[in-house]
């Protein structure tokens, strides 16, 4: 993958490229941790902080489109986020998920939304956008097996409903969305 | 291993079970302790399940454009600070959904303009005060060092007269990744100069304008919450 971060730039001010071990960490695997993913956007990895924005913009839209009720204002919204994130991903916590979902509700607010952030339906909006995401990463059959678990494809897809269930929970822990011994 | 209802048990969590199944299966967790604490295990991946159904799928659009426009390290950037509302932002709460739609749209477009052209002048008065700072010119003063406070970072500053302010070259070392801001107090106002990004390396050479001819040149980590001063200098007087 050709490096066009800070580092392939003519000013050169550092380094994003895939010999940066935080960076490589993150692209070795689809399912990078997201704490090395966390911590390599802190040190200026756009890579890094590209794989994020991939991994969140769904949920994000999906959330501020609801937040807004207008898809227009949603991607206005989302394109924000992203950018204070960027803005402030030196102080960006592990817990990534909700502070982004944070930033999400400050600028709401700031669009004349600010009933958003007290707004359950919307949090679990979120979090729902964030795991189905995820799940997009798992195989075809297990992933629709789990989304329609009484369904012909749930009963043929090789794996047990329990099984499909622990697959996506290592998938939710290894991207930081449970903590191991909270689901 | 076959004693225990695995096909069941997955059914069981997320409420798919036929009906006459289900006692049987409650029987068996009641008993049978590694299959309880596999089923309390999952309860929370079949709380997210339910929340993810509610959601329809939704492919990454807006992802390259997010990328291609965020600050790069060692690159100034005019501020927009988390105090300053975004595109789009609604000013008048009694309009209705389309006519601030519509409203947000033309804000949007006028703001991006504006930006762009903003950005051209920057460069532009980058690259001029670049030129006119490293070519000698009879408007620059003296490189100034910066003053560290509760950082280990170093660098100078060079300042250069223009019509509409002063031009900065500012070069830093050793400053800890992330975004900052700079900012001159000339004792009245606080007035923006711009920010710059540090990654990993560390270190950034910049050009920056602003509108003030004197006062004390601060750079502070723009985290959106705390704005300590890490380096300043007094611009020549």
């Known amino acids: 993958m050709q490096d066009d971060g800070p580092g392939s730039s003519e000013a050169n001010h550092g380094t994003d490229s895939l010999n940066d071990p935080l960076v490589a960490d ?21 890579h890094a902080f590209a794989i994020l924005v991939r991994r969140y913009e769904p949920a994000a839209v999906v959330w501020a489109r609801r937040a807004l009720e207008s898809q227009e204002s949603a991607d206005l919204l989302v394109q924000e986020l992203f950018r204070r994130a960027w803005l402030r991903a030196a102080a960006a916590p592990a817990n990534i998920s909700r502070w982004l979902l944070e930033i999400g509700f400050e600028i709401a607010a700031e669009m004349g939304a600010p009933e958003a952030a007290s707004n359950r339906d919307l949090d679990a909006l979120w979090i729902g956008g964030v795991v189905r995401e995820a799940m997009g990463h798992l195989p075809l059959q297990v992933r629709e097996s789990l989304l329609d678990p009484g369904s012909e ?18 998938l939710l822990q290894a991207r930081g969305i449970v903590r191991r011994g909270d689901s | ?77 005019t501020l927009g600070r988390s105090d300053q509302p975004p595109p789009g932002a609604r000013q008048d709460s009694t309009a209705d ?37 490293h070519a000698g010119n009879s408007d620059k003063l003296p490189a100034v060092t910066l003053s560290p406070s509760g950082t280990d970072a170093v660098g100078r500053a060079t300042f250069g007269r223009s019509g509409t302010g002063t031009e900065i070259l500012l070069e830093v070392r050793a400053l800890q990744a992330g975004v900052y801001e700079v900012t001159v107090d000339d004792g009245v106002n606080v007035l923006p100069a711009g920010g710059f990004v540090v990654d990993s390396a560390g270190t950034a050479t ?15 980590e723009s985290d959106g919450d705390s704005h300590s001063v890490l380096l300043r200098a007094m611009l020549p007087g």
């Not at chain 2, 590694?34 to 509610?54: P, T």
């Not at chain 2, 504006?114 to 980058?126: E, H, K, P």
């Not at chain 2, 910049?206 to 502070?220: N, W």
Request: contains cysteine; glycine residues 8%; hydrophobic residues 45%.
């Open chain 1, 26 to 46: 993150a692209f070795r695997d689809p399912n990078a941790g997201t704490s090395s993913l966390v911590r390599a956007c802190a040190a200026g990895s756009r």
């Open chain 1, 153 to 170: 494809a749930a009963r043929g897809a090789g794996v047990t409903l329990l099984e499909a269930m622990e697959e996506l929970q290592e």
């Open chain 2, 1 to 77: 291993m076959s004693d225990h209802p695995t096909e069941a048990l997955g059914g069981y969590l997320l409420g798919v079970l036929p009906a006459g199944d289900e006692p049987g299966v409650r029987r068996h967790l009641e008993d049978c302790e590694a299959c309880r604490v596999r089923v309390n295990d999952l309860e929370g991946i079949s709380e997210l399940l339910a929340a993810a159904r509610l959601v329809p799928e939704e492919a990454p659009r807006l992802a390259p454009h997010i990328l291609a426009t965020l600050p790069r390290a060692g690159q100034a950037f």
């Open chain 2, 97 to 133: 959904d389309s006519a601030r739609d519509r409203s947000a749209n033309g804000h949007h477009r006028l703001r991006r303009l504006t930006a762009v052209i903003a950005s051209a002048v920057m460069v532009i008065a980058a690259v001029v005060a670049a030129a006119v700072l």
């Open chain 2, 206 to 220: 910049v050009t920056l304008h602003t509108a003030a001819t004197s006062g004390e040149l601060q750079i502070s």
